[in-house]
Structure formats: structure tokens, C-alpha cells
């Protein structure tokens, strides 16, 4: 058994990651020998392909700013591991975290000594933590579960919520989801429960046909957004993105997003209609009040993330196509005419010469680097892959944004982004060390 934060972690890192072996049958059997400790949970679970985590950040800070205790379980995490279960923003415990999983290792043996099943998946045990924790050790009013992976098959699919959504459908992790929309829809739809609302923003008519046949199959309410649901943008200003939203029964003017880009009004509105659904449905009354105080409050970390002013750095997480579409879109927003120098690194399994082609032309010049992480592409794929005329490469992240800092002028700016895991290292430095010290 576990007595040290460090045992805890290196037992749940030394487990095999997250993909390998999907299905819900380990998580099924494992949490009826607990007494199924997730069904006291009253759940909010949200899947998509971009969106998602800055949708649950919504509601977490909306049903905050009511009084609620709120939980989340998200992934990656961006600064530490803790924050993958949270409660009010403030990230398990570690004497928490190795309590949860004295109680989940003897589980973990049993399931692959008593079944045909096999060893549980690193993301299945993290997943099966957060229900020890959220049930039987910090209980909360509410728990925004985000989708790991794909959301059929995924370990979080085992509750059920009381409203659903996925925020959109495009194309990433087509080894695992499919290679067209409609099949990652399929996968994505799977998170669909029984007589239970779904919240969705996806736009592509192959996602919606597929998430319309889902909810008609599970008698479950959809909630379509430009028809159960809609939002006008009033511009953007040094408070933020400006917006009205109108449903059914909760129509409001002027909400303001401190998070930046357009796209952010699609997830904000998704969290607006499931924060309707609950008023009206399940017993989760909020005021006008707590909705504009916690859009306001609402920030996510890596989402077009000031980290420094002088000069000016920006981290984004964009890692696959749509959302480099979407930050390019923020770019023109906000930086027209701004000289932009571009850190790049990405994973090599990722669209990413398309990634690049698009990055590329919202920028004045970049640089390729790469990262400690097994899926890592090297600065020299990424360079071969770029066409900027002015482009190079350092795989020396940690120099090449030295660098950069350094020989950035008054006025312009430095753009981090390519990957998650990526820009969280990078986060990690900028917020633990002055820019000319974070090399060990």
C-alpha cells in the first residue's frame, strides 16, 4: 500500500496508458466491488473534440458563484497532476489522492486476477480515484466529468449524468475514433444516456444527423444549438468577448468572457443551455447574478493564456486543425497587424503539416522545437514540414524561447503553441522562473 505522494504517482504513471485497452467493463466490475460509488455522484459529463475543457470551466465557476461545491475531473492536466480531480478549482490532496488509491490498488489486482479483463488502463484508475474521492471522501453538489477519449468507450462513460454534451465533432485521433465525422460522432455520441438531456454545439451535418439518431434511440432531449439555442457576438473589447444568449427560458444580454476567441461564445453557450436544462429539470435553480459573475471569472489554463506582458507571451493548446483554426481566427481578432514570433512543437501522431500550413500564415516567423514526451515530433519533422520563408529550428525549447524573449521588441509578441502536453512544460517554466533563468 501507498504512504507517499510519490509511491502514488509512480504507481499510476507505471500503468499502461490511456487508449490501449478501451471499453467499461474493467471500470464496471471494479466499481461494483466498491458498491458502485459513482451512482451518488450527480454528474455533468461533457465530450467533444474542442471545447470541452473550457465548457466545464463554465459551469464549474457558474454553480460556484451560486455556493455549490463543484468537482471536475479533466485531462491533461497543464501544472500538476492533482488538478485531473478538484474541488472548487483547488486540486486533491495528496493524503486525499493516496487515500483514494489505497482504496483502488487492491481493485486493480483483483480485476486481472479474478477476470479475463486484464490490468486496468492508467486514465481507468485515475478515472476510478476521482469516484472514490467525489463519493466516499470530499462529496460535492456537482461534478463536471470531462471526456478522456472519444466517449463510447471511454472510462468516464460508467455514470449517469444529469445532462449531457458534446461540444463539437471534427477530426482528431482518427486511430482510435474513425476517419470520418460521422464515425467519430458515432464515438462521441456514445456518451448519450437514456431519457437524458444532450447539449450540443456541433455544426457539421454528418455530427448532427448521427447525435439526432442517438437521442431519438435513448428517448433523450436534444438540445441543439441555432435551434433550442443561440448566441449573437456584440465584439470584443479589454474585458473580454461580449455576447446575448437566447433559449427557451433564459434569455440574457451583455455576458462578457474573460477567455478570448470567438469560439469560446459556442462553449460558453453549451454550458448555458445544460445550466437551463438543470433549473428546470433537475432541481438546480441559479440566478442571473451567479451565470455573469462565474462567465466572468471563468479562465482556463493554456487557452490563449497571457503568461508574460513585457514582452507580451501567449500560450494556446490548439493541437489539432479545428482549434488551429479557431486560435488563427483569435489571432486576426485580437493581434491584426501585430509581428508574431511562433514556438512550435506538436505530436507526431497529429495532423500536423495542415496544423502548420495554418499557424503559418498568421505569423511573421517560427521556430520548430520539440519536447520531452514519448509521442513528441522532432524539430526536424516539423521543419521539413513548415514553409514559412522565415523558419528554423532549435529542439532546445527551453533556449529557443529564451531566445525569443530576448530579441522581441516593444509592440510585438511571442506565440507558444502546437500541444497540450507542450505547453504546459512551457507554463510551468515561465510561471516557476524569470524567462533568463529557467535553465536548470
Not at 224 to 232: E, G, K, M
Not at 234 to 239: C, N
Not at 378 to 384: G, I, P, V
Request: charged share 20%.
Amino acid at each position: 500500500m501507498f504512504e507517499t505522494i510519490d509511491e502514488t504517482l509512480n504507481w499510476i504513471h507505471g500503468l499502461i496508458p490511456h487508449g490501449i485497452k478501451p471499453g467499461t467493463k474493467r471500470m464496471e466490475w471494479m466499481l461494483a466491488e466498491l458498491g458502485n460509488p459513482q451512482q451518488k455522484i450527480r454528474a455533468v459529463h461533457v465530450g467533444g473534440t474542442n471545447g470541452k475543457g473550457s465548457t466545464v470551466c463554465y459551469l464549474w465557476h457558474i454553480y460556484q458563484a451560486s455556493g455549490m461545491t463543484v468537482g471536475t475531473f479533466i485531462s491533461p492536466y497543464i501544472t500538476s497532476f492533482n488538478e485531473r480531480i478538484m474541488v472548487n478549482g483547488k486540486p486533491i490532496r495528496d493524503q486525499d489522492l493516496i487515500k483514494a488509491a489505497n482504496l483502488v490498488y487492491p481493485l486493480t489486482l483483483a480485476v486481472d486476477r479474478e477476470t479475463d479483463l486484464g490490468l486496468p488502463t492508467e486514465f481507468e484508475v485515475v478515472t476510478m480515484l476521482s469516484f472514490v474521492y467525489f463519493a466516499m471522501i470530499h462529496p460535492c453538489d456537482l461534478v463536471i466529468y470531462e471526456v478522456g477519449l472519444g466517449g463510447r468507450l471511454d472510462s468516464t462513460n460508467v455514470i449517469h449524468p444529469l445532462v449531457s454534451v458534446i461540444t463539437n465533432v471534427a477530426m482528431d485521433h482518427m486511430k482510435q475514433l474513425g476517419n470520418t465525422i460521422k464515425q467519430i460522432a458515432f464515438e462521441k455520441a456514445g456518451i448519450i444516456k437514456e431519457a437524458t438531456a444532450i447539449v450540443t454545439t456541433a455544426e457539421h451535418p454528418d455530427a448532427q444527423a448521427v447525435i439526432r439518431d442517438k437521442a431519438r434511440e435513448k428517448n433523450a432531449e436534444l438540445y441543439l444549438l441555432n435551434t433550442a439555442f443561440s448566441y449573437d457576438s456584440l465584439g470584443h473589447d479589454e474585458d473580454g468577448e461580449h455576447f446575448n444568449f437566447t433559449a427557451d427560458k433564459l434569455h440574457l444580454n451583455d455576458l462578457v468572457l474573460h477567455m478570448r476567441g470567438e469560439h469560446q461564445l459556442k462553449n460558453a453557450s453549451a454550458a448555458l443551455m445544460a445550466v437551463q436544462h438543470l433549473a428546470e429539470c433537475c432541481g438546480l435553480p441559479i440566478t442571473e447574478a451567479a451565470i455573469r459573475e462565474g462567465l466572468l471569472k471563468a479562465a482556463w489554463p493554456g487557452r490563449f493564456e497571457r503568461m508574460k506582458h513585457d514582452p507580451l507571451v501567449i500560450i494556446d493548446g490548439a493541437h489539432n486543425v479545428q482549434g488551429t483554426e479557431a486560435l488563427v481566427r483569435t489571432l486576426t481578432r485580437y493581434y491584426e497587424g501585430r509581428t508574431i514570433h511562433l514556438l512550435y512543437a506538436a505530436l507526431k501522431d497529429k495532423q500536423y503539416e495542415q496544423m502548420i500550413h495554418l499557424i503559418e500564415s498568421a505569423v511573421h516567423d517560427v521556430t520548430f522545437t520539440s519536447f520531452d514526451y514519448p509521442r513528441a515530433a522532432s524539430s526536424d519533422l516539423l521543419y521539413a514540414a513548415g514553409h514559412h520563408r522565415i523558419k528554423k529550428k532549435d529542439p532546445d525549447w527551453m533556449h529557443a524561447l529564451n531566445d525569443m524573449i530576448a530579441k522581441t521588441k516593444a509592440g510585438e509578441m511571442v506565440l507558444v503553441c502546437g500541444s497540450l502536453y507542450f505547453i504546459s512544460a512551457v507554463r510551468h517554466a515561465l510561471r516557476d522562473g524569470k524567462s533568463n533563468e529557467m535553465r536548470p
